[in-house]
């Protein structure tokens, strides 16, 4: 009897722990599922491919595509050729090269009619003084004759005074700022 007992006793302990054997079939079992898994996946993955390039190419897309590359790169060696043309062209034409000239000759146009100007602004003070104190006399006589008339005039004479005298003052400005502008753009240029 005492036999009964112990196979009894180790039946209830194999039922209640998991033997090594079964736990290796188990994670085999758990491992070809998951290989199956993935083939499947593989399987789909690689199918839905196969029909997506079947339909690109079948669609045409991707030949529209290279062509619209081509025709990209065509226009833009084209644009990049028309370029070296044209500024060769400039160049061999030697537009900028005369534009500088005329440039320099218009600037010395323009300093050479300040300096006139500037002549001319230092020319106003000196004879408008004569032409004042002659009009002063011109105006004395008349006034003799037409009373009335004289306080307008000698009004007019003054303010003709001061303002070829503001006018002389600001010719000479004038000419100074574009001198010294002058000056500047040749420093620039050494």
């Not at 990209?72 to 043309?85: L, M």
């Not at 007019?156 to 001198?179: D, F, M, W, Y």
């Amino acid at each position: 009897m005492r036999r009964r007992s112990t196979s009894a006793s180790t039946s209830t302990r194999s039922s209640k722990a998991v033997t090594p054997d079964a736990q290796l079939k188990n994670k085999a079992e758990q491992t070809a599922k998951a290989i199956k898994n993935a083939a499947k996946t593989i399987q789909q993955t690689a199918i839905s491919t196969r029909e997506a390039v079947k339909a690109f190419n079948e669609s045409g897309a991707l030949m529209e595509l290279a062509e619209s590359v081509q025709v990209a790169a065509t226009a833009a060696k084209n644009t990049a050729q028309d370029a070296k043309n044209t500024t060769r062209e400039l160049r061999d034409s030697h537009v900028a090269a005369e534009t500088a000239n005329a440039i320099e000759q218009s600037l010395s146009s323009v300093e050479e009619t300040s300096v006139i100007a500037k002549q001319t602004a230092a020319q106003l003070p000196k004879s408008a003084p004569k032409t004042t104190r002659r009009a002063k006399k011109i105006i004395n006589r008349i006034t003799a004759s037409t009373k009335p008339t004289a306080p307008r005039t000698r009004k007019t004479l003054a303010n003709g005074k001061t303002k070829a005298q503001k006018e002389s003052k600001r010719l000479q400005r004038k000419t100074k700022t574009v001198i010294t502008q002058k000056q500047k753009k040749k420093r620039r240029s050494k």
